[in-house]
Each structure stands twice: as structure tokens, then as C-alpha cells.
């Protein structure tokens, strides 16, 4: 079976500046794809040009193995994005989730959709009667959502769905989530800051930086500018005076990354190795790892460290803990800029 | 210190045929006087008249003129110029009033319903058409459908009656000009002329002191001097368009 | 002064009295207003759109152009319908000189640069998240086209009604084109403007007063367009 | 249709050649088209900021009566205007008649309604979320103002060239108020409509091209504020 | 000394529907005040109202006890705000950070005070040439706060300033607001969802609900419908099949919340009290309370507990395990409707 979604050689310019740069990208059917990166590294714009909202400068997106291009009168109505910045029509709430229906040809009877939706995004059925300008932040995002999930699509692309949304409300769009997937077999692919929900929803998460797609998570990056020490070694001291040394970085500007499997709790350095002291402020469990992952403040700092369970003695790393990390310099690698 | 300019509202006849930009000069010349002009229908000449707004009026209405001067908003009327009224129509004359006299011939488009059109504006010629209705058809065929009655401009009226094949009463000085504009070989031709009811009496009147304080009866009394005497008479009489005289000084009956 | 007055008191006689040559008049101008502003609505709409929306190379260019079409003057349509569709001109056998249906065509002409101008600048000041987010609801282009017009509504509601305004309005076309021709071509405009030639100013107030009477009723009724934006 | 034409050739001829005339006129129309826009603009803008602006009661009829002004026939305007200015007239000692000055007096209020109607539509469609912000940095009152007119500034700017096509264009108020007088207050359209009553088509459809000519280079001058909205 | 800002008796409607209804709420200059409660619960509307950018319907804000109003000439400057949805100017970023200081009359130099206002946001100087319609979402919303930071007002309000931010920056956002109350004394209100970043920042944090202000935290709300079983017990069922008991409920529909204190670890039922069983998915330390914090996860739904030290013994408690919480169902409290 072919992958529902692939881009081939996707570049993607404004005002000839390459923000998007992804030479092979598949998506299955029927998966869950989280989309992480910070501001800036081309996640909206990715997501516009799998949705064919938008045409990339050069490349090519396949549907099912066929080249599509906007407006494509198969794929159009069956993918469907909420944008970072989702329009409301000047309607009501109940216009603006059953517009898509309507545009769809649907004769009335749009009444228990949009409840349906409604109450997918945890809204109250009388939201339906208010106007798109009668809405708080949150609420607002959530009818946009609803509007895109009343239509089931095949394939549902969401930029930022929990951006100022309460948690409950997080909840409840991902048990929508979830139920898309399930009952309507739809793909979803999704951007989100929010690194602890996407982590729990997704089956997969790509990692964006710069417009290009990293192979490793971006669990600890340290941005340059990066100092060099009488005896030529590279360094960074952060905010409570500790050093962290890296190897010689490719632009003093560079950001490192530092997998969180390189960095190990054996307190004692050895050989080559360097440590770093900090405060441990919680410990997670993620369904992408197979062991708990416990979070370490070190000055402003907060490192994501693995936790192999044999390391677990009493309730040394409980919260508020302090404890000493060990790492290989030559272990950390280097973002492309 | 310079004189204030002398205000003349008048119809536009005169100002299309470009006999008061030949006469401006020639007045200023002789005594001294700026003239300035507003054209308009007869009827609003003779409002900006009767509202102050102008000093002298020189207009062709003379049943309206009387009844301006005997309402005490103007004085003086003294008449020094006409020329003539034509009937044309197309060069196939459906109604056959070619050589006619003018009754006959209104009383042949009656009857015959070929396509008339009216100034329908109460300019003078309007009122000259109307009374011309009046006296040889008993009455003015409002309603018919042949009767058309445009509401504008000499030329424009002329333009509507060629368009529609039809007749009109019009100024010799407007068809001069509409026949040098087609060429020389217009559509519409001069059907009936010469006649004695088709006199077109143009006059000048001065606007009431008494009643326009501001009102510049001196300055107004020497133009209407200048034109009833000799050196106006002539200057009207040399004035030409495309060759031909369009304006007969008659101040002598005076 | 008085002629105001008195022209104000001679509106109501006019109107309610049901003076023929005035509904003539009337009568006349909606005809004539109606079928200009629907052909400039149906074909300008979908044209300002286009220019507010697709950014092409020469856009500029062609909004100035738009832009100075805005001025273009009304006696200069009327002379250039009127050489069209005079006996003498290319469309003469169509017989549409001094009829409704040739004072529409000029009046067309004038509307078209005002609702094509109006258009594309309420176009250009939707959101701009308006379009990726009715792609994404799976609207096609006519659709796109006809949910951005309707977000738009009130830009494109002041276009129309500008446009009418100055179709209503004009003078130079209906003259030239019309020929003011009572009982069949004499318009509002054009009967206003023989009254003051004819120094009848109390009329000619009364017929700009019923004027404005049939503006009020069109931008009443479209009020109601502009509840909830 | 040959009038066209030579008209065009004509147009060349009094532009290039600086027939005095013609150059009278264009310096009468812009003139009054200076004072008139100075003054529509100084006072529209503002007051069609506020009804865009605020909420009060009685707000649509305001912009009901508005939207009805936008109709008023020229000649209409030129016969109050003159009522005002007439030697007879509340105004007469000022010596406005038959002056550019005048003129401008009623162009102005030709314009004022444009201005208003569709500065109002601009600053409706601004974003809700401007004024919030603006207080928020800070801004005074005055500042929300200047700021909302310049964030609106596409939308301002077509009412302006709107309002100036609609001054530059109309003939009633010229005729009327200005009395058409050569050298004095003879502007481009009364030309126009005086050599059209002529039967000087040519000259007619010349002259309208001079005006396209003003038009075009406000347009093109004012195209530049368009940059970058 | 009096508080900053003290509101009383405020009351917000819109179209007749109040919002808002606050008895009396006092913010000490120098303090970072949290906001922090559901979508629709009122914060932007009680942010809105503290920094005079709108009028209450009815009641009194007080800046330093006396009573002040929108475009109160003093206060007005002193103030600002960073709306949830914040205008761009269409212009530069440039212009659109020196803006405030434009029309406070400051003259030139606005050069410094721009650069120093993107570092304070993790933005490169070279964004100031960008026009506004050329950011991406979090780049946008950090241009916004830039623009606020440029102005160092006495009093600063931010309605959800990470909302679309990366994880990284809005650190740097927590140290931007700091540094604001360090070097320039700002006093700072912060609405937000995100409840770790909040809890992490702020001094106290004030709970909306439904307009009102709560006496308790938001930690665990569960809301309605409840049931009765035929002892007339009112319950609720949990995705994956256990009960919840709850004393009667005001309304079949309200919300209960039961605060972290009343969940206990000790896992064996005593007398009256109920139990749960979940799995751990994390423990936090937050500074406002002195025990670390445990989330456990049961069916859906996440609860929080306080982790007394004493009931630490060995890894019992680290992500995975599975534990049971014992509560008493009549220390289970109602929010107001
Ligand atoms: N319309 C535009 N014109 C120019 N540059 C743009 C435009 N939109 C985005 N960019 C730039 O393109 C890059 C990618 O933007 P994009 O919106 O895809 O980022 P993102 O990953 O979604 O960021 P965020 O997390 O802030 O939403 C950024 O550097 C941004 O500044
Ligand atoms: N302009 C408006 N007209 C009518 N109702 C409004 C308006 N703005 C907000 N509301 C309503 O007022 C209530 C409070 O809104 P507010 O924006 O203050 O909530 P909020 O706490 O900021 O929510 P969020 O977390 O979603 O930003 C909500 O119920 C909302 O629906
Ligand atoms: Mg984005
Ligand atoms: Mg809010």
C-alpha cells in the first residue's frame, strides 16, 4: 500500500528565503504524526503544503502515489487543515461549523452534526448560536476545530489545536482525536509546542529545525554562541556558572544536541568524560521510551536525561533531589543551520 | 483702481455661435467695459436677472422680456438684433412642407404625424414653436407619440431630429453651425424660411437698481448704448460664421 | 432662498400627488439605473475580486488604470456610446440611441471602474487567513469567490451603493445618449437640468428632493444587509 | 466615430502645444478640486472615523442618511449652493458667486458624503483586535485615530480618489455656481459640456482626455501610499 | 502602602450575560500575579478591565486607591497590556516594537531599545526589517510581547504570552519577565494554560471560574453529568470502568474539585473513604507547595496528589507503577455554577 502523503524534494520559499527544505516525507494511513520544532522551523508551512492549502516552491506531493496540486478535485475534500490562525466566517458559530457541509452539498440536517462537533471540542450545544465575535480565546479555536471535524475527513492536519485551550479541553480534543482516527480512519498529522500532549497522542513525531527534518528528538538543545578555553576546548558556561564543553562546534553559532540517552546518572566522571550538577524537577513516563525520562535544572537550564531502571535507588531522584549527570563531549551532535 | 467687470447672463445662442467672444473686444475697446458672461436658457437668464446676480441680460424671449421689465426687476428693454427661425426636416420631406408657408407647413406635419421634435425647454425658441402650435394647429400635440420633445440645446435637439428622421423649428445661426459640423451635406435640410412669423427678436435689458443695490446700471446702460448705436450695429452685422451673417441689427425701430 | 422652500413643498405635491411627468421621470431612471447596475454589479464584482485577490505582474498598473477610469467624465461616455450607437456609428442598426437600454450602457460604463475599485479594495482588506482557511474547508475557487464576497459584504455593499449613487446621479449620459426626450427618456437628472435651465429652481429642488427620496428607499432596503458584520 | 479619433489627436495638441485655453481650465478644475478635497478630507475623514468608530444609538440611521446623501444630484447642490450665495442670498456680501471659491463650497459638500461612507466602511472592516492594542501601548485617543486611519490607509485612500473623481467629473455645480465663465471659472467639464453643445465633439472627447490625464497622475502619485499593506 | 491595583465590585456583561463578578481583588506592585482557569472563565475579560483597556459594566478599579478609568492620563501609560489576539501594525517589526515609544513622544534611538526588546524574547535582531505579515505564528506573538517590553511599564499584563511559543522561549519569556521586575520593579499579571510554566513563575495564582474567583486551585476538576445508583449515592464512571463518588451535587451537571491534599497514597480503604487505582505518569516540584507533586492517571483522566515525604519508600512512586488513592467523598468541594 502506498503511504497516504509523501513530498518529494519539497522546497518552499518567501521572498526567496528557503524556510522549507525536505527532500522525503511519508505518511501512512490511519497514523497519528506529532510535528515538533521551534518557532520558525517550517511546521505551518509543512502543513499547508501536505494539506494543499498552499504549493511548495519546487517539489512534489503525492497522494497515494499521485502528484497533487491544489484544488485537486479528488484529494480537496478530503483533507482538511485548521490553521495556526484559524478564520472565523463574520457568522454564527453553527454557519461556521456547518460551512463546510453546506459547500459539500449537504441538505440541511446539519443540525446534530454540529452539535456532534460541538460537543467533540467539550462546547456547550448553545454555543451554536453565538456569533464569531462573542467567543473567548479558547473557545474560538475550539469552534474552528469542531469545524473541521464535523466534515470527517480522510486526512485531518492541525496546526497548533491546543494553543490557548484549558487542559480539560486539551483532554477532550484528544479523546476527538483518537475517535477520528478510530471510527472515521482518519490520518492526523499535528504541530504543537505542547511536547507532553503530542508525545502522549502521537505514534510518531517528526522533529523540524530550520526547515529541514532532524533524525534525533530535540529533547536538549543548547543554542551558541559557543567560547573557546586556552587549552582550544569549546564551551558554554550557563546561568549558575557551570561549564558544559562540546566538541569543536561547525559555526560558533551553532546549536548542540545533546540525546538524552548521552546523558548518563553515574555520578563519578570517567575517563573523558564531564558532568554537570542540577536539581531534578520531575520525572515522566512517555510511551515513546521504554524507560522513565526524569527532567534536571541546571541553572536556566532544563536537560531531559533517561532513567535505566537499574539506576533507580530509593527515592534518590525524586523531585527536588540533586544529582550528577556524566556525558561524552564527542556524543553531542550539531544542528545544520 | 480697475473697473469692476460688467456681469451679462445670456442664452446660449449667443455664446455658441461666438458672437459675444467676437463682441467682448470690441466693447472693451470702445468704452472700457470688461464683459463677462454666463450662458444659460432664456429662463434661467432671466432668474439670474430677477435674483441680482447679473447687471445686463441679453436674451430672445420677448413675452417673458415684458413681463420681466413690467415686474419692476429689470428696465430699459431695448431690442437691436434678430435673425430668423427655419423649419428643417429630411431631405425626403414626408410631410411635403418644402417651400411652404410656416402654418401650412406645421399643420402638414400634424397631419401627416411625421416625427417632430421640440426644444421642449422654454427656451425662446421653445416659445416660439409653442406659439406657433398655438396659432396654427389650435393647439400643441403634447401627447403624441411624434411629438418628441428633447428638453435641450438647439444643436442637440437637431442632432435628436436627425437621428429620428424628423422635424424641427431651430435658429438659422445653430443650423449654420450643425450643417458645417456634418460636412456641408447634413441629413436635415432648411425646409421653410423667409417667413415674415419667424422673426427671432433679440434685446437687451438692464437689471433694476432698486431692487440690486450692487447692480451696475451705469456700466449696463453704456453697453446697451453701444449696441443700439451705430459702431454696435455694424459690429453685429460683420459678424460671420462659416461665411454667412447670422444677425440683423434692427435697433433702428427703437 | 425661497425657491428652497418652496421647492421642498412642491416635492410632496409632486410625489404624492402623482404628477405623470414626474413618475414618467422616475419610472425612467429605475429603468435605466436598474439595468446598469445590474450588468456593472454582475460583471464588476467578479472582477474587483480577481484584482483584490491574484497578485499578477502589472496589478498595479491596472488599479491605476482602474483608479483614473473613476474619473471618467459623463458627457465624455455619452459621446463615446453615442458615437457607437448612433445611425451614423458601428451599432447604429440596433436602433439604441435615445432609448433606457443606450443611457444603461453609458451608465454601465461609469459604474463598472467605481464597483470594480470599491471591490477589489474590500477584497484586499479580508484577513488574510481567510483564503488557506476556506481551502481547507474545501471550498473550490467559485466558492472561495463567493464566501470572500459575502465577508466582504460591507465594502462591497458601499461599492454598490457608491456605484448607484453615481448612475442616479449622472446627468451627461442620459442627456447625450437619452436626448431628454419627454414621456421616454427623460430622466430624473435630466429633467432637473432643464427646469434650472428653464429658471424653474423650486422645480428643479422638488425633483432632486424626489431624487434623494428613491436613494433613501435603495439604501434603506440594503441596510439591512450591513445587521452583524 | 471619426470624432473619436480626432479627438484623440486633439487632445495631444492642446496637452503638447499649451493652448491657453485649455490651460485655464485645468487650472480652474484643479484649483477648485484642491479647496474642495482639502476641505472633504479635513473634515470626512474624522467624522467618518467616528461613525465607523463608535456605537451609539441611532447609528444606522446616521449611516442610512449617509449612504442617501451620496445621491445628491450636482445641480441640486449648485441650486442650494446658489440660494446660499446669490446676491439675494444669507451670503451674498461675501462675492462667492461665479467664483472658484464657490465652486469648492459645493463641491465639498459633493464630496463629503464619499469621503465619510466609505471612510466609515474602512475603518469598520479594520481588525477588532486594533483598538485593544492600541490602548494597550498606550496611545491616546487622537493617536488611535491617526494610527486607525493609516492601518485603513487602502481603504481611505480609494475613498479620496473616489470623492476627487466624483469633484473632478461633475459639471451642475460648476455650471451653476460657477457660471462657466471663460478664463474665470470655466473648468474642464463645463468645457465639455459647452463644446459639446456646440456640436465640437472632437473638442469635447480632447478635453475629457486632459481630465483623464489629472486623474491618471493623482492616481499614479497616490499609488505609492499603496505599497506594502 | 496601597495595593497597585485593586478592583471592587467588578461586574463585566456582554449582550447582558456577566462574565465577570468579582467582589474584591488587590495586586501588590512588585508581585507576579498568575491567572489562571477553564476557556471562557473570564481571564482576558479581568485582564482587559485591570489594565484600563476596557470599562467594567459596573464597579471600580483602583490603581494605588484611586479610582481610575480608561484613558485615565496617568495611569494610562503606566499600563500595559499584551492582548490574547495582539494587532500587528502593517509595518515592519521594527516599527511595530518602537511604536509605544513613538508616541510616548521618545525621540530617535529607538534603534537600541528595539534590539535590546528581541534578545529579551529570543528573536535575532535581523527580524526587525521583517514586515508583520512575514512571521511565523510564535514569532508573531513574540514580536507583540517585545513591543510591551519595549515600553517597561510599571505594570505589566499578559494575556497567554506562550501560547504558539517553543518550549525553549518561553524560558526565555520567564526570564524576560524577571529581569522586568528586577531592574524596571513591574508588576506583572500572567494568564496562561500552561499551568507548569505559571506555577513555576508566579507568586500567587489567582483560580477563575465561571467569572468568579475561587478560593481553591484548579487541580483536579471533574465535570458533570453525576448519577445516583439506587443507594441514592451520586457517582461518576471513568473511561475505563471505575466509579467516582461525590457528595450530592448542587446541580446534576456542576463541577467538583478535589484538591491534591484530599487524594491520599495510602492505598488501603478506611471507614468512609473510596478508592482509585491509576498508573503514575510523572512527580513534579512546584515552589508553591512543599512536597512534590505526583500525577496518576486513571482511565482518562489525570489526578494530582501531594506525595508526603514519609510516604516515599523506594521506587514505588516512579512513572509506570501502578497505586491506589484513597479519599473521603465529603471532602470533595462544588464550583459555583
Ligand atoms: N508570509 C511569510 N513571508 C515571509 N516569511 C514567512 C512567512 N510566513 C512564515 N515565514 C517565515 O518562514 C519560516 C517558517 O514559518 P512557519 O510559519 O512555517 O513556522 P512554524 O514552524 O509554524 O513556527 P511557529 O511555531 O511559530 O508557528 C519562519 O522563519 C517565518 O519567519
Ligand atoms: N465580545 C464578546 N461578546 C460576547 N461574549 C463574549 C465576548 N468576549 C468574550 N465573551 C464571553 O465571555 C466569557 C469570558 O471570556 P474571556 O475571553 O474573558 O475568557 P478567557 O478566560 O480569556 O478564555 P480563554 O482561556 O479561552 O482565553 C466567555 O464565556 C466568552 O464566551
Ligand atoms: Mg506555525
Ligand atoms: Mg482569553
Known amino acids: 500500500m502506498w503511504p497516504l502523503l509523501r513530498l518529494r524534494n519539497v522546497r518552499h520559499n518567501y521572498n526567496g528565503r528557503t524556510v522549507l527544505d525536505i527532500a522525503e516525507l511519508s505518511v501512512s494511513a490511519g497514523t497519528i504524526t506529532g510535528l515538533a520544532g521551534p518557532n520558525g522551523s517550517g511546521k505551518s508551512t509543512l502543513l499547508k503544503i501536505l494539506s494543499l492549502a498552499a504549493r511548495c516552491t519546487s517539489g512534489t506531493v503525492y497522494l497515494r502515489n499521485r502528484p497533487v496540486l491544489p484544488f485537486d478535485p479528488e484529494a480537496h475534500r478530503r483533507i482538511s487543515l485548521l490553521p495556526q490562525e484559524a478564520y472565523l466566517l463574520r457568522r454564527t458559530v453553527f454557519d461556521n461549523i456547518s460551512y463546510g457541509l453546506k459547500i459539500r452539498g449537504q441538505k440541511n440536517q446539519f443540525r446534530d452534526s454540529v452539535a456532534a462537533a460541538l460537543e467533540l471540542v467539550g462546547l456547550d450545544p448553545s454555543f451554536a448560536g453565538r456569533f464569531w465575535n462573542q467567543l473567548s480565546g479558547g473557545e474560538a479555536q475550539r469552534v474552528a476545530l469542531a469545524a473541521r471535524l464535523a466534515l470527517k475527513p480522510d486526512c485531518l492536519l492541525l496546526d497548533e489545536p491546543t494553543a490557548s485551550v484549558d487542559m480539560e479541553s486539551a483532554r477532550c480534543i484528544r479523546r476527538a482525536i483518537l475517535l477520528a482516527r478510530r471510527e472515521w480512519g482518519t490520518t492526523l498529522i499535528i504541530a504543537s509546542h505542547n511536547q507532553s500532549w503530542l508525545d502522549d497522542l502521537c505514534d510518531t513525531i517528526i522533529y523540524l529545525y530550520n526547515g529541514r527534518i532532524l533524525e534525533c528528538s530535540l529533547e536538549n538543545v543548547l543554542l551558541g554562541p559557543w567560547l573557546q578555553n586556552n587549552r582550544r576546548e569549546f564551551y558554554k558556561e550557563l546561568a549558575d556558572g557551570q561549564f558544559i564543553h562540546v566538541p569543536p562546534p561547525p559555526h560558533p553559532d551553532s546549536s548542540a544536541v545533546i540525546a538524552s540517552a548521552v546523558l548518563k546518572l553515574s555520578g563519578a566522571p570517567s575517563g573523558s568524560s564531564r558532568t554537570l550538577t542540577g536539581t531534578v524537577s520531575g520525572i515522566f513516563f512517555d510511551k515513546h521510551f521504554t524507560e522513565p525520562r526524569i527532567h534536571i535544572v541546571c541553572g536556566d537550564h532544563r536537560f531531559v536525561a533517561c532513567v535505566p531502571d537499574m539506576n533507580l535507588n530509593g527515592g534518590d531522584l525524586l523531585p527536588g533531589r540533586t544529582v550528577t549527570l556524566s556525558y561524552q563531549p564527542e556524543d553531542i551532535s550539531w544542528l545544520e543551520k | 483702481a480697475q473697473q469692476k467687470p460688467l456681469m451679462m447672463a445670456t442664452t446660449t445662442s449667443t455664446d455658441n455661435t461666438g458672437l459675444l467672444e467676437y463682441l467682448a473686444p470690441l466693447v472693451k475697446q470702445a468704452t472700457g467695459i470688461d464683459l463677462k458672461w454666463v450662458a444659460t436658457g432664456t429662463g434661467q437668464a432671466l432668474k439670474l436677472g430677477e435674483n441680482c446676480d447679473a447687471d445686463v441680460l441679453m436674451v430672445h424671449a420677448p413675452a417673458a422680456e415684458k413681463a420681466f421689465v413690467e415686474a419692476g426687476f429689470g428696465l430699459n428693454r431695448r431690442e437691436f438684433m434678430y435673425n430668423d427661425f427655419i423649419i428643417i426636416g429630411p431631405e425626403g420631406d414626408p410631410a411635403a412642407i418644402k417651400g411652404k408657408d410656416t402654418c401650412t407647413a406645421f399643420k402638414a406635419i400634424l397631419d401627416s404625424k411625421a416625427v417632430f421634435v421640440s426644444r421642449g425647454d422654454d427656451s425662446g425658441t421653445h416659445k416660439m414653436e409653442l406659439a406657433l402650435w398655438k396659432q396654427c394647429a389650435e393647439a400643441v400635440p403634447d401627447k403624441e407619440s411624434w411629438y418628441r420633445q428633447a428638453g435641450q440645446e438647439m444643436l442637440a435637439t437637431i442632432n435628436i431630429a436627425g437621428e429620428q428622421n424628423g422635424y424641427t423649428l431651430t435658429d438659422r445661426g445653430t443650423y449654420i453651425t450643425y450643417e458645417a459640423n456634418l460636412g456641408g451635406n447634413p441629413p436635415l435640410k432648411i425646409l421653410v424660411e423667409g417667413d415674415r412669423k419667424l422673426l427671432n427678436q433679440y434685446s437687451v435689458i438692464e437689471v433694476n437698481p432698486e431692487r440690486c443695490p450692487k447692480a451696475q446700471q451705469e456700466l449696463a446702460r453704456k453697453l446697451g448704448d453701444w449696441l443700439v448705436g451705430k459702431e454696435g450695429q455694424d459690429a453685429v452685422a460683420a459678424f460671420e460664421l462659416m461665411n454667412k451673417q447670422l444677425f440683423f441689427p434692427n435697433a433702428a425701430k427703437n | ?229
Open chain 3, 1 to 229: 432662498m425661497d425657491f428652497i422652500l418652496e421647492g421642498i413643498a412642491k416635492a410632496f405635491v409632486l410625489l404624492l400627488q402623482g404628477d405623470p411627468e414626474t413618475y414618467s421621470a422616475v419610472w425612467a431612471t429605475v429603468q435605466a439605473a436598474s439595468m446598469s447596475m445590474t450588468a456593472s454589479l454582475l460583471v464588476g464584482i467578479p472582477l474587483g475580486y480577481l484584482l483584490g485577490y491574484l497578485n499578477f505582474p502589472g496589478k498595479k498598473g491596472v488599479r491605476t488604470v482602474v483608479d483614473t477610469l473613476l474619473s471618467l467624465p459623463t458627457v465624455f461616455i455619452g459621446l463615446i456610446v453615442y458615437a457607437f450607437i448612433s445611425n451614423r456609428g458601428p451599432l447604429g442598426e440596433f436602433g439604441l440611441l435615445f432609448t433606457l437600454t443606450g443611457i444603461a450602457i453609458g451608465q454601465t460604463i461609469l459604474a463598472l471602474p467605481v464597483v470594480i475599485a470599491l471591490t477589489a479594495t474590500a477584497v484586499e482588506s479580508l484577513d488574510r487567513s481567510l483564503r488557506p482557511t476556506l481551502i481547507s474547508l474545501g471550498a473550490t475557487r467559485m466558492q472561495i469567490f463567493l464566501t470572500s464576497v459575502r465577508e466582504a459584504r460591507l465594502g462591497i455593499l458601499i461599492a454598490a451603493i457608491t456605484a448607484s449613487a453615481r448612475v442616479l446621479t449622472e446627468v451627461g449620459i442620459s442627456m447625450m445618449v437619452g436626448g431628454n426626450i419627454k414621456w421616454h427618456t427623460r430622466t430624473i437628472t435630466t429633467a432637473i437640468a432643464l427646469e434650472t435651465n428653464k429658471g424653474e429652481f423650486a422645480t428643479g429642488i422638488a425633483l432632486g428632493l424626489v431624487l434623494l427620496a428613491i436613494a433613501f428607499v435603495i439604501s434603506f432596503s440594503l441596510s439591512f444587509l450591513r445587521r452583524r458584520a
